[in-house]
């Protein structure tokens, strides 16, 4: 298969920095898109994999998952969309497109394993994918989405993951005018979930251990904050929400929330991937008033589209800090101390020269 190669940017081993590197794409294929990338988000999943957090890391890793920019070539069979579109990548680059999921639209969760658009198995050239720290990147139409024009480009690029992230179970769980939705956390997760559920016209409280975010989480969209360390304020929404969608990292105690959902209520995790190991969840609130703790994994491209949508109709975007891509690992220092509001966005521009 053919390939021409691009600048990139990305790390040699755990340890190591992210620094300036040249990479291989392949040429288009008849269903493919090339996508020259304007602006690229900075997930904590990225840092995970540079670092091997989670394991299974293959170097050299060049991280990436929330791509904007401008199509520069098309295949011969590419209908959806044609040079000199704008255009988005999130987190998958491809699926099996077979299993039950994948016909449900769920490539997210397809049985054999959706393709990462970075650190994914890479079906065309062998090895390993490598994602939006670069110049171009080409996908497979059915992986492309459309960008709304009206947006400001560099705050659409975090909705690819931290917008859908929290979107999906939005939708899932059918929040809506007469919903009462909690958030937990306001990091990048947090601030979208608020913006999204107020944009589909849910009562949104935000779930704070200290005060001092309450200014903020008003400025995004939350009708109240409720203060989680306060036992009395925690007891003044006891049965209260019907979804809490919880944004922590790490491993915390969700007992405390459990009581604050209503019958039927269902908390979601999308923040903390691992095992509940220091304090477990008690089945009690979950017997006693049927409720639920549940997962939920970013969203199919259909809902990535409908989220896409969504944000344009309504002028919906995230709120970022823009760097150059030389402070990449600066921006990693920063991001592990939560000093960013909400999100950084590369400036792929800065990589041009």
């Not at 409908?306 to 944000?311: A, G, T």
Request: proline share 3%; with cysteine.
């Amino acid at each position: 298969m053919n390939t021409f190669t691009v600048k990139a940017y990305g790390a040699e081993s755990t340890t190591a920095d992210l620094k300036e590197m040249n990479i291989d794409r392949r040429t288009v294929t008849a269903k493919d898109i090339e996508i020259e990338i304007l602006y690229c988000g900075v997930c904590h999943s990225d840092l995970h994999t540079v670092r091997n957090d989670w394991g299974g890391s293959q170097y050299p890793v060049v991280p990436g998952h929330e791509i904007v920019g401008r199509i520069t070539a098309v295949g011969s069979e590419v209908s959806k969309l044609k040079v000199g579109d704008l255009a988005a990548v999130g987190c998958m680059v491809d699926s099996c497109r077979t299993c039950d999921s994948c016909k449900q639209d769920l490539e997210q969760y397809c049985l054999n394993g959706f393709t990462g658009t970075y650190n994914g198995k890479d079906k065309h050239l062998g090895g390993h994918t490598f994602g939006g720290y670069s110049q171009k990147v080409v996908v497979d139409e059915h992986f492309v989405l459309k960008v709304p024009e009206n947006l400001d480009l560099a705050a659409v690029a975090p909705l690819l993951c931290a917008g859908i992230t929290t979107w999906s179970p939005l939708r899932h769980w059918k929040a809506g005018p007469d919903s009462k939705v909690a958030v937990v956390g306001l990091g990048g997760l947090g601030h979208m979930a608020i913006k999204l559920a107020k944009g589909l016209g849910a009562e949104v409280t935000l779930f704070s251990r200290t005060p001092g975010k309450t200014e903020d989480a008003k400025r995004l969209g939350a009708d109240h904050i409720v203060i989680s360390t306060d036992d009395e304020e925690m007891k003044s929404v006891a049965g209260k929400f019907d979804l809490i969608i919880d944004t922590v990292p790490y491993e915390h105690d969700v007992n405390p929330y459990m009581q604050t959902l209503t019958l039927n209520g269902t908390l979601v995790l999308v923040g903390f991937v691992g095992q509940f190991e220091e304090v477990k969840p008690s089945s009690v609130p979950m017997i006693f008033q049927r409720r639920s703790i549940a997962g939920s994994l970013i969203g199919g491209i259909a809902e990535t589209q409908e989220l896409l949508d969504f944000c344009g109709e309504h002028n919906i975007v995230s709120d970022i800090e823009v760097i150059k891509m030389q402070d990449i690992n600066t921006a990693y220092e920063r991001m592990l101390k939560s000093d960013v509001k909400y999100r950084f966005v590369i400036d792929m521009q800065s990589l041009q020269n």
